[in-house]
């Protein structure tokens, strides 16, 4: 993906996700009861908002100089490029619901956003002819699967416990 108008479409898209994504945490840890489920909301909000400065720079770069940005103090990590991610399925979730719904349901939409991140990241870094922008791909696809690592332990364990991670 050497081509300008496909960067820059990739990145949009990567930056309208990444927007949604701090707007939701931000709200979720505003309306998150429990200490440790609004620590981590907030704390996930914070990320998306690093991610925001860090694919805003790209765009940049791409319009000023028609390429990616070498990104100080990133390196690719070894991103299974294949692997996709699933969030739970909805309907073996009502089954399971516990005593609040609510925390559930904003997992399950934050375990998704997760997912669809990862994907435009692993797409694009599989693209992209571009070391720097390849690498910020790769970096970017390896903490949205973090982060979908980190919600999915704690929508188990809701799930199971009723408590947060």
């Known amino acids: 993906m050497t081509d300008r108008n496909e960067a820059m479409?990739?990145?949009?898209?990567?930056?309208?996700?990444?927007?949604?994504?701090?707007?939701?945490?931000?709200q979720a840890s505003q309306e998150t009861f429990n200490e440790k489920g609004r620590a981590m909301f907030a704390s996930l909000?914070?990320?998306e908002g690093k991610h925001i400065a860090m694919v805003e720079r790209q765009m940049r770069a791409m319009q000023e100089q028609?390429?990616?940005e070498t990104l100080p103090d990133i390196e690719a990590p070894d991103v299974d490029?294949?692997?996709e991610l699933?969030?739970?399925a909805r309907e073996a979730r009502k089954a399971e619901l516990g005593e609040d719904p609510n925390v559930l349901d904003a997992l399950h939409f934050a375990l998704d956003l997760e997912m669809r991140l990862h994907t435009v990241y692993t797409n694009a870094a599989r693209e992209t002819e571009d070391e720097a922008g390849r690498t910020m791909y790769m970096w970017l696809a390896d903490a949205e699967?973090?982060?979908?690592?980190?919600?999915?332990?704690n929508y188990e364990s809701q799930v199971d416990m009723g408590s947060w991670v």
């Open 86 to 88: 699933f969030p739970p």
């Open 81 to 83: 490029l294949d692997k």
């Open 45 to 47: 909000a914070d990320e």
């Open 145 to 153: 699967m973090t982060h979908f690592d980190l919600l999915m332990a």
């Open 9 to 26: 479409e990739a990145l949009t898209q990567a930056l309208e996700l990444e927007r949604r994504g701090q707007k939701f945490y931000t």
């Open 66 to 68: 028609g390429q990616y």
